[in-house]
T-cell receptor, first 115, second 114 residues
Framework: GAVVSQHPSWVICKSGTSVKIECRSL??????MFWYRQFPKQSLMLMAT?????????EQGVEKDKFLINHASLTLSTLTVTSAHPEDSSFYIC???????????FGNGTRLTVT | KQEVTQIPAALSVPEGENLVLNCSFT??????LQWFRQDPGKGLTSLLL?????REQTSGRLNASLDKSSGRSTLYIAASQPGDSATYLC?????????????FGKGTRLSVIA
């Protein structure tokens, strides 16, 4: 089955530093990847849609200069949280699919804690 | 804007029971619908995908159906087991969505007691 690998699974960083999260589709080419954020006991909130070779589309209220997304290839998308603050602490999950009529496959998420 | 409601928010059942989880959309024009399972602190595992031309999907003890006229979906779990304990999320895309992402409900937290 389709596998999405997300790395790291958890990270602790100091306030003001930047953190990069990688999302890879291991056995398929993902034309589109999505980045979600999840707070405790809440549902997934879409942050941005990333299409290979083009700029990401950000949801309203998500700062594109703070959450940098790069989708350089059909198998890799990265999310960089720049100048992280404690309020950025959350569970970040990426997902990928081949096409819009295909199932969405998720990574195992990254638990970010900013101290 | 599409919103997804899942009922109940939490459910606790004894092992062996059959159960139904419900999902409804404010916009009934749904293109694809997908059910996921999430274990604590983990990502999502896709369970079933109902594509645009379909109304139902089955996998093992799981059966999902979609009524597009009402914008409602149900996930039926037969003969529940303790290993089924998790949060179940439904998500859908709207009509003519092209490549738009899924909109998620808040989930139903299921506990199956041995």
């Amino acid at each position: 089955g389709a596998v999405v690998s997300q790395h790291p699974s958890w990270v602790i960083c100091k306030s003001g530093t930047s953190v990069k999260i990688e999302c890879r589709s291991l056995d398929f080419q993902a034309t589109t990847m999505f980045w979600y954020r999840q707070f405790p006991k809440q549902s997934l909130m879409l942050m941005a849609t990333s299409n290979e070779g083009s700029k990401a589309t950000y949801e309203q209220g998500v700062e594109k200069d703070k959450f940098l997304i790069n989708h350089a290839s059909l198998t890799l998308s990265t999310l960089t949280v720049t100048s992280a603050h404690p309020e950025d602490s959350s569970f970040y999950i990426c997902s990928a699919r081949v096409g819009y009529n295909s199932p969405l496959h998720f990574g195992n998420g990254t638990r970010l804690t900013v101290t | 804007k599409q919103e997804v409601t899942q009922i109940p928010a939490a459910l606790s059942v004894p092992e062996g029971e059959n159960l139904v989880l419900n999902c409804s959309f404010t916009d009934s024009a749904i293109y694809n619908l997908q059910w996921f399972r999430q274990d604590p602190g983990k990502g999502l595992t896709s369970l079933l995908l109902i594509q645009s031309s379909q109304r139902e999907q089955t996998s093992g003890r799981l059966n999902a159906s979609l009524d597009k006229s009402s914008g409602r979906s149900t996930l039926y779990i037969a003969a529940s087991q303790p290993g089924d304990s998790a949060t179940y999320l439904c998500a859908g895309t709207g009509l003519n969505s092209g490549n738009t992402p899924l909109v998620f409900g808040k989930g139903t937290r299921l506990s199956v007691i041995a």
